[in-house]
């Protein structure tokens, strides 16, 4: 008899782990957040905030986190080749940011590498569209999930995970080029 229920919870337990394993791998390996911000700036104002690691502290919202944390910058002052890393405190882990694409006033492309508490590496852009005397700025981060990454996506949500801090990050750089740019 006990065997009997026992036998019965191992195959319940092997149909539930097998059945959230197809289920996991079903899910989408691409993920993408997207924001976009429009500013009363110049292209090449904005871009200059993003082209500069040295000036990301002034507006990234996860600088805030832990204004402890240290950073290191490594190649060129800005532009393709510019490195920046970051060791800090659990909210923001360990990771290294690198250019690997630079066109003025148009288009930053980052290569995001995440180190602790997790290790992943995504693709970040930012592109800046002129729209009359305002730029149109589209910050963008892409990347693929393993099989723990689609897990996790089960229970939360990229998007909502780092889409506010994208929308903060967006608002801060607002307020930095339209108080500094001539109008």
């Known amino acids: ?3 009997k229920i026992l ?5 319940a337990v092997v149909v539930l782990v097998g059945g959230f394993a197809v289920v ?4 989408p390996s691409e993920y993408k957040v997207e924001r976009t911000a429009t500013f009363t700036a ?6 200059e905030q993003v082209n500069d690691f040295h000036k990301w502290d002034n507006w990234s919202p996860w600088a805030k986190l832990d204004p402890a944390a240290k950073n290191t910058f490594e190649g060129p002052e800005s532009g393709k080749g510019a490195m920046f ?5 659990d ?6 940011m690198t250019i690997t694409d630079s066109k003025p006033g148009e288009q930053i492309k980052i290569k995001l590498e995440f180190f602790k508490p997790f290790t992943d590496v995504c693709d970040t852009q930012f592109k800046f569209e002129p729209k009359g005397e305002q730029t149109q700025v589209t910050w963008t981060m892409s990347g693929n999930k ?4 689609k897990a996790m996506g089960m229970f939360c949500n990229m998007d909502k995970m780092v889409g ?4 903060e990050g967006l608002a801060s750089i607002k307020s930095i080029v339209e108080t500094t740019s001539p109008k």
Request: hydrophobic share 50%; no cysteine.
């Open 1 to 3: 008899m006990i065997k």
């Open 7 to 11: 036998l019965t919870l191992v195959v």
């Open 24 to 27: 996991v791998a079903m899910q």
């Open 42 to 47: 110049s292209p090449t104002v904005v871009f």
């Open 85 to 89: 890393s970051w060791a800090g405190n």
């Open 91 to 96: 909210q923001i882990g360990e990771g290294k």
């Open 146 to 149: 393993n099989f723990v990454g």
């Open 164 to 167: 506010g801090s994208f929308d």
